[in-house]
């Protein structure tokens, strides 16, 4: 009896946020944002670990509570919270409406993905968080924020059709996809190296990590406090989430592989942390401490796959770190917004986005001037191009101005910090 | 008296009586003829849900009339009819609530919803037909009956598009014919078996065997819309929406593949075509259709072309499973017959709504259209997220066996072409989202109607909105029994594990 | 009761009555119309006599005044005959129906007679067993059609049916010497005794070379259609009906027997010639009709492709007979209710707009339903589609075709039904859009519309009585006992 009712508060905790989604349904509901977190709020308090299995769903799968989970499902409900509290007090922003069906379809996407515990679940769940989040992240913005939004998609799209491809791999070896079979099971076989780099490759895109923290530090740029909060709490978690629950630890050495993971936890670092130093206003602050903080947990993990031994001693810690993560960065960002919003100061707005469509506006007029140069003769084309190419490497150590890369800064430290891991390589 | 012998005639009769009545009804009893055409595909749907039953327990229905001395006119419920047969009589059913709404007071319509039922007749004829010749009959009886339903406006520009289509179609019809006469002056038989009636032929056919399966591809691959065939079907689009949307996105393209499948399971049989060497060529072919289908939706401003590509590409990923011959693919091509017809349908109502209700027809006239029609472009939503492959909807488990069936059969390349294909799906669906729902709305609507406090007609309105949740509903519930996944299980399991 | 029906001599019936039912109208203009009709219905009615006679007592035999051949007049008539009579009188009983609502006065009463004539004359024709009565009643079939061709009198019409009197009179004339020579040689003109006794010799290639021509330009095959579309285009309806469903198909049928009986183990090459030329005749009527501007015109050259498909069968009936022959006797069958109902269809869109220029046709399909859903009809026999008798003719020629390994033929065949296809929804195409100039309209009485309908009914029905009609050819077995369906 008890556990069916902790099976059904489970389904409930997922359906009751879709639910509310409707915007029928929730149309005279004072506080839906509110509203929809609470059964998952009851259930990280209720005590018990329970399951519930739907056999129709999909090809059958299951959703589990336990002592990990809970963690991260405790850090969901009050990022979520705390998110829906912004929303619902933030006065600046017109679209609070509209944008509640996608707030509260990310949310149920989010639970999902906390509770899923088979790679077919979490993969569906954490698609509809990743389109709804972008329709949360844009809406009513302006062009800096569509920018970002557009960005952020892009990499969506890679990595989720990159995770699939290593879905696929994982199902064409085992039936059963749950963590711990997969853990074992994408050992020793002929798609192991793929299926880790597929998977690598889709969560370092989904959790913004370097080298692909562009739409994160986009995305913290210009989107309201309201919403950035959740970037922390709910593309970079469950990212990281997604890599805990995906690769094979504790099960064998992958020593190339440990290695390349370490190396981008130690860019990350690195670079976060010179970012956060030449380039600090306060809007920014918490973009660059999370890409200092994942460069960390991305260091632990490189480290745990390549001495398996490790791995089984501090694996514990690895949800509580995902889940004050995610906490920590909405509390740092609810504040700063706060901050903003009730003292704005000229120092702390932002500066222009290089955004990747402008570069691809110049690399594009960049074609059309040569191809027009073309007309006026070969020895001008020379010349032409001579003077660009000699004029790039100093545009990019002149910071202050435009250059052909994404923007002066990210590039000088991006090559800096490459530059770093190479010695550090060839040092080895 | 055994009534089992005579219901799949029945299926039949059930669209096309009614279809000849209402050719002779006046303009204006409209009541009369919604009444007639509901109730046909009502009954069209119990009969149908009669021998689902029947077949799961075991029961044949078969029925089977003389056509030539050594030729019978064969309609058969296998499982992979039945399919075909369900698919068909529910969509018939949903688009004629829309096509009653959407042809409300336009002229001709008994003359429409005649051809209308001549065509689901002939769609469920190529379902359940049990031999070539009998699929051959109603595949062209479809070819004529499609087409006045194209020029149904009567313009220039319809009576073009017409022309193009029957240019196509009768020449495919041609080639099809002629491949057919000749494997039954090979064989002298014609009967659907599973895996195929072909084996015992001795190894001096095989070149005369290479070629007709080439000539019966090229002939469905022109309804299959396969490249470089596909050509009329963007051009049909000039028809009313309910006609784009049961005919281009369903019956007569699926009608095509259809075929293609019949004929490499239960003519050829897929382990003897392997054996002919056919299957790689038809899988290029298919992977080429795909990407093409996909690059040239990417530059289609008017909306209903840019479905019409997209279906081109998706239409292939059924023909794309059946060639990659494996068990595994096999599920997910045929199971894709089914949801892509889910999705495309609802896709296609929705392009109707917008062009109904606010007069929209290009992709650039899409501004914040989510704000004046929720629901519409909620459907529209699910269908195209459907279509990129993303879970939970229906799209996502057509492409997990075809990419697993790709990977057991050794065949990684085809993962590369899913992928490519999912990533220009998403760069052509996404835009018309992002203007949808997050653009600022315009003044004014090119055209528009208004419905009171509705964002449209409720006859307009629920076929979308059903449609797309059935398409979410067997990708959520695709372990269910009875559902689309489980029957296709059903019939790769026949065609290769069973002796 | 079956007794009472199987001693009815119905063979004679279906000769004496149109004749003296001709006379009658000839007389009495009055009840033209009304005697017309129930005759050609009563003719419907013998031909199901006489199906029933020879279903139960096979291959029918009558010899009239008593006197038996040599020296007498024979009726004969097995399954192939059966079926000519069958075909000639449902279409002449659709004939009938559109006519009554077509004529006006003045040429209802010249109608009638000549009509109740031509109908007499086929029917003997189909029952004739002697080169010398088929002679006969091809002459006045001839002549009568000729007539009926320059009914309205206008200057077009005039000049078609001359053309078409010269193409028949010499017809005749030779096919007359030729049946000269044979009995010269021979001592005979009935078919069964010439087919024991005739061998090869000069005299019977000479024979053959002026019978055989003589007929092949009486059924205008390619290249000696000339005669055929202007006289078929500038007739009225009912009567180019006539032509191309039955006249031409009298001349076909008389080949097709000598063939069959007398010249077939002589023929040489003569097959191949004919299969050639039937291939010409294939492409380039398709190609005519393709080009024409004039829905009549377009029809009549569509009979000459159609004709085209009927001598294809002659090359392919070497080693494969029966089946050849029976696709042939199909398509002939399929192609009779079809073209009748197509040029009734057509006489419809002419009377109603008053023109027949295909670009101005303007949405006749709204306007005139039954008759464009009647011409599509017809259409679809023509092109072959399933399901009609055109397709399971079309079918069993592909057959005979793919089997025999003639490639030629068989992109003949193809090409034949795309081109087909081609004209006919040049037709349809144009019915749906709007003319650019409004025309005024005239009424057409609802027989006319059905008449054409039910015709091309026929025609798609027959698609599904392959069986029944396969095995009353059969009867008899015209076509050669020795060979068996594979």
């Given amino acids: 009896m008890n556990e069916d009712i902790h099976s059904i508060s489970l389904l409930i905790v997922m359906v009751w946020p879709l639910l509310l989604a409707i915007p029928a349904v929730r149309s005279r509901l004072p506080w839906p944002g509110h509203l929809a977190i609470m059964p998952a709020a009851v259930r990280v308090i209720l005590p018990g670990d329970s399951s519930f299995e739907l056999s129709w769903l999909f090809f059958g799968t299951e959703f589990a509570i336990d002592g990990e989970v809970r963690w991260i499902l405790a850090m969901t409900v009050a990022v979520w919270l705390l998110a829906a509290t912004a929303a619902k007090s933030s006065k600046s922003d017109p679209t609070y409406d509209r944008t509640t069906t996608f707030f509260l379809l990310t949310l149920a996407g989010n639970v999902g993905v906390v509770l899923a515990t088979d790679l077919v679940g979490f993969f569906s769940f954490s698609t509809l968080m990743g389109y709804s989040f972008y329709g949360l992240m844009i809406h009513g913005g302006n062009a800096e924020v569509q920018r970002a939004g557009r960005l952020y998609l892009i990499f969506l799209i890679v990595a989720d059709l990159v995770l699939f491809e290593a879905l696929l791999l994982a199902a064409s070896t085992t039936e059963d996809l749950r963590y711990k079979v997969v853990r074992q099971a994408m050992v020793g076989t002929s798609s192991t190296q793929f299926y880790l780099w597929m998977a690598l490759v889709g969560f370092v895109f989904k959790a913004g990590i370097w080298p692909a923290q562009l739409w994160l530090s986009s995305a913290f740029k210009s989107v309201p406090f309201s919403r950035a909060l959740l970037l922390g709490g709910v593309p970079v978690s469950m990212g990281l989430l997604g890599m805990v629950r995906w690769l094979p630890f504790g099960e064998h050495a992958f020593y190339v592989f440990g290695m390349v993971i370490q190396m981008i936890g130690v860019a990350s670092i690195l670079y976060g942390a010179l970012r956060f130093f030449t380039n600090a206003t306060m809007k920014m602050l918490p973009a660059w401490s999370i890409i200092t903080v994942t460069g960390f947990f991305m260091a632990t993990l490189g480290t745990g796959l390549v001495y398996p031994a490790l791995w089984s001693q501090y694996e514990y810690l690895t949800h509580p770190f995902i889940a004050s993560l995610g906490i920590f960065l909405a509390a740092l960002t609810f504040t700063i917004g706060r901050l903003q919003d009730t003292r704005p100061h000229p120092a702390f707005a932002s500066r222009k986005v290089e955004d990747l469509s402008l570069w691809v506006g110049k690399w594009i007029g960049a074609i059309r001037r040569s191809s027009k140069d073309r007309l006026f003769g070969l020895q001008s084309l020379w010349r032409g191009s001579w003077l660009k190419v000699k004029e790039q490497p100093q545009r990019i150590l002149d910071w202050g101005k435009p250059a052909v890369l994404v923007g002066g800064w990210s590039a000088a430290i991006t090559m800096f910090v490459l530059l770093g891991l190479m010695l550090a390589w060839l040092a080895r | 008296m055994n009534w089992n012998a005579w219901i799949p005639l029945l299926v039949v009769a059930s669209s096309l009586l009614p279809g000849l009545v209402i050719f002779s009804l006046a303009e204006e009893r409209v009541r009369l003829r919604s009444t007639l055409n509901l109730a046909g595909a009502l009954v069209k749907l119990a009969l149908v849900g009669w021998m689902l039953w029947g077949v799961y327990h075991g029961r044949h229905y078969e029925t089977r009339l003389a056509l030539l001395p050594d030729l019978e006119l064969v309609l058969r419920a296998g499982p992979l009819s039945l399919l075909f047969v369900t698919l068909s009589s529910v969509l018939w059913l949903v688009t004629t609530v829309y096509a009653i709404g959407y042809l409300e007071g336009s002229p001709h319509r008994s003359r429409f919803f005649g051809f209308f039922s001549l065509c689901v007749s002939a769609t469920v004829g190529v379902a359940l037909s049990g031999n070539l010749i009998s699929f051959l009959l109603f595949y062209e009886l479809l070819t004529l009956s499609t087409y006045p339903l194209i020029v149904h406006r009567g313009t220039e520009v319809a009576r073009r598009a017409g022309h193009s289509y029957l240019v196509y179609t009768i020449f495919g019809g041609a080639l099809l014919l002629l491949g057919t006469v000749w494997l039954y002056t090979l064989t002298g038989t014609l009967e659907f078996t599973p895996q195929g009636f072909l084996n015992s032929l001795g190894e001096e056919h095989h070149p005369a065997l290479i070629v007709i399966f080439a000539l019966m591809i090229a002939g469905l691959g022109v309804k299959a819309a396969l490249v470089p065939l596909h050509g009329w079907l963007p051009q049909a689009m000039v028809a009313p929406a309910p006609v784009s949307a049961l005919l281009h996105a369903v019956a007569v393209v699926k009608a095509g593949v259809f075929g293609i499948v019949r004929v490499v399971y239960e003519v050829f049989g897929v382990s003897f075509a392997a054996e002919l060497g056919v299957t790689g060529p038809l899988a290029w072919l298919a992977a080429t259709t795909i990407i093409y289908g996909s690059l040239r939706a990417l530059f289609q401003d008017d909306l209903k072309r840019r479905l019409a590509f997209c279906t081109v590409s998706q239409l292939s990923y059924i023909v794309l499973g059946v060639a990659i011959a494996g068990p595994i693919a096999t599920i997910g091509g045929v199971v894709h017959l089914v949801h892509q017809g889910l999705m495309k349908i609802a896709l296609f109502f929705c392009a109707g709504n917008l062009a109904e209700t606010l007069g929209i027809h290009k992709v650039s006239e899409m501004n914040g259209v989510g704000r004046r029609m929720p629901w519409t472009m909620a459907a529209f939503t699910i269908g195209a997220f459907g279509m990129m492959g993303a879970p939970p909807i229906a799209g996502f488990i057509s492409k997990w066996y075809l990419g697993l069936g790709a990977l057991e059969a050794g065949q990684e390349w085809v993962i590369l072409v899913l992928a490519g294909s999912s990533l220009l799906n998403a760069a052509y669906f996404l835009p018309i989202l992002h203007r949808a729902w997050f653009q600022e709305p315009p003044e004014t609507w090119p055209e528009e109607r208004k419905f009171g406090r509705k964002e449209t007609a409720w006859a307009l309105l629920l076929p979308p909105v059903i449609t797309a949740l059935m398409a979410l509903g067997a990708g959520m519930l695709a372990s269910a029994p009875f559902s689309p996944l489980g029957w296709a299980q059903l019939i790769a399991q026949r065609e290769f594990y069973q002796p | ?486």
């Avoid at chain 3, 039912?21 to 219905?41: D, E, N, S, Y």
């Fill in chain 3, 1 to 486: 009761m079956g007794t009472v029906i199987t001693k009815i001599p119905w063979g004679v019936l279906l000769i004496l009555l149109p004749l003296m039912g001709g006379m009658a109208c000839f007389l009495w203009p009055r009840i033209a119309k009304i005697l017309g009709l129930v005759l050609t219905f009563v003719g419907v009615l013998s031909v199901v006599g006489l199906g029933w006679q020879i279903m139960s007592n096979g291959v029918y035999h009558h010899a009239v005044g008593g006197w038996g051949a040599p020296l007498g007049i024979n009726l004969y008539a097995d399954g192939l005959s059966l079926l000519m009579l069958a075909i000639t009188a449902l279409v002449g009983f659709g004939i009938s129906v559109y006519s009554s609502g077509y004529f006006e006065r003045q040429h209802s009463t010249r109608f009638w007679p000549l009509w109740l004539l031509v109908l007499a004359a086929l029917n003997a024709l189909f029952l004739s067993n002697d080169i010398f009565n088929l002679y006969v009643t091809l002459e006045v079939m001839g002549l009568a059609a000729v007539a009926l061709a320059a009914l309205t009198g206008s200057r077009d019409a005039l000049s078609g049916a001359m053309r078409y009197l010269l193409a028949n009179l010499l017809g005749s004339l030779s096919y007359l010497f030729g049946v000269a020579l044979l009995y010269h040689g021979f001592g005979s003109v009935d078919i069964t005794t010439l087919a024991v006794q005739v061998k090869g010799s000069p005299t019977t290639w000479a024979a053959l070379g002026l019978i055989g021509a003589g007929l092949v330009l009486k059924t205008a095959l390619f290249p000696l259609h000339f005669w055929l579309p202007p006289a078929h285009a500038s007739a009225p309806a009912p009567v180019s009906a006539l032509l191309s469903a039955l006249v031409v198909k009298a001349s076909f049928y008389i080949l097709l027997r000598l063939w069959l009986e007398i010249f077939g183990p002589l023929g040489g090459d003569v097959d191949t010639l004919f299969g050639v030329l039937g291939a010409v005749a294939v492409l380039w009527g398709s190609l005519q009709a393709l080009r024409q501007t004039r829905l009549k015109l377009l029809v009549a050259y569509s009979t000459v492709a159609q004709i085209g498909y009927l001598f294809l069968a002659f090359p392919l009936a070497m080693s494969a007979g029966v089946m050849a022959w029976n696709a042939a006797v199909y398509l002939a069958l399929s192609h009779a209710l079809a073209k009748a109902a197509m040029f009734l269809a057509t006489g419809n869109m002419l009377r109603f707009g008053g023109h027949d220029r295909i670009a101005d046709l303007d949405r006749v399909v709204q306007r005139l339903p039954l008759t464009a859903t009647a011409f599509a009809l017809a259409g679809v026999s023509i092109m072959g589609l399933p399901p009609s008798g055109g397709f399971i003719g079309k079918w069993l020629l592909l057959e005979v075709a793919l089997a025999q390994g003639q490639w030629g033929l068989v992109v003949i065949i193809v090409l034949g039904g795309l081109l087909a296809a081609g004209y006919v929804f040049k037709v349809l195409g144009q019915a749906f859009t709007q003319a650019a100039v409004m025309h005024e309209s005239r009424a057409v009485p609802a027989s006319m519309e059905w008449a054409a309908l039910l015709l091309a009914f026929g025609a798609i029905l027959l698609g599904f009585l392959a069986t029944p009609v396969l095995s009353l050819v059969g009867i008899g077995s015209p076509f050669g006992a020795h060979e068996v369906m594979p």
